[in-house]
């Protein structure tokens, strides 16, 4: 049994689906695709029936006695919302820890990565799992990390890194690295260019975690747009930007056949979870040969 299943062992699927029917009505829409699932991104939050004390006591913590800025929370999540962004913490480093779990032959203390951790919404829960793991954090955005070195040095070591590579780590130095929407931002030449580079700090049958925009999430583009994509694999849409990046953190687009053709290269692709973050973005696991 993996930890995070230990972990929420005392949580009653049935009951909380019973006790909270709009819930499960939306799990039956497929809103959700559980009752667990709406319990950490939202039912904390809203404090609903059927949620254990053990439950709230871990996913409830909070890391600092005062949380990022708004205008860091705006810049990483998209809104300035305190409990949207802590709830996104919560649901995505759960559906992280899930996935890593699932995978064979990993044990404990392991080092990960979290390339583009922003300030700190997935590690600073995923931290909080009963693993014996050593965490480490990079951005392009020197403010977020110097937010994570002053409140967040506790939970891992945090560095800028910059918009090419390299990272100021040594060959082979993580177990495992995960990668929030970042792919999901990048042109295609760079996203090559980290590629290449997250292969490089990854040890041999070592693991990586990326998440992408999907075919189905394209359905409410232009025509014009649908055609590049089926016809190349890789939509790069640019549009105003994020205040606080850079001109070239645009939006992107990745066909499963292009994630098969052009990131095999580098990994080996695994297998790609549709909607496996929060629901969304899909995420891509993959294993350095």
Known sequence: MSHANIFFKDFDEATYLKLNPDVSEAVRNRSFTSGLEHCISHGLHEDRPGISQSIKDHMLYSPTESPPPEHLRKRVHGDESLSNFENAGRLISYNIHSSINSISGLDENNRILDFGCGCGRVVSYLSRFPDKNS?????????????????????????????????????????????????????????????????????????????????????????????????????????????????????????DAYIHEQWSKYFEIERILKKGIMSHQDLVICKNR
């Open 135 to 255: 965490f480490y954090g990079t951005d392009i955005d020197g403010e977020v990390i110097a937010w994570c070195q002053s409140e967040l040095s506790n939970l891992g070591a945090f560095v800028t890194n910059k918009a090419i590579p390299p990272l100021p780590f040594e060959d082979g130095f993580f177990d495992i690295i995960y990668s929030i929407s970042v792919f999901t931002h990048l042109p295609e030449e760079m996203q090559f260019l980290w590629l290449e580079e997250l292969r490089r700090v990854t040890r041999r049958d070592g693991y990586l975690l990326l998440t992408t925009h999907g075919e189905e999430l394209f359905s409410e583009a232009p025509d014009i747009y649908k055609r590049q994509l089926g016809k190349d694999g890789f939509f790069y849409s640019v549009g105003n930007g994020t205040e606080g990046l850079p001109d070239f953190y645009q939006t992107t687009f990745h066909t």
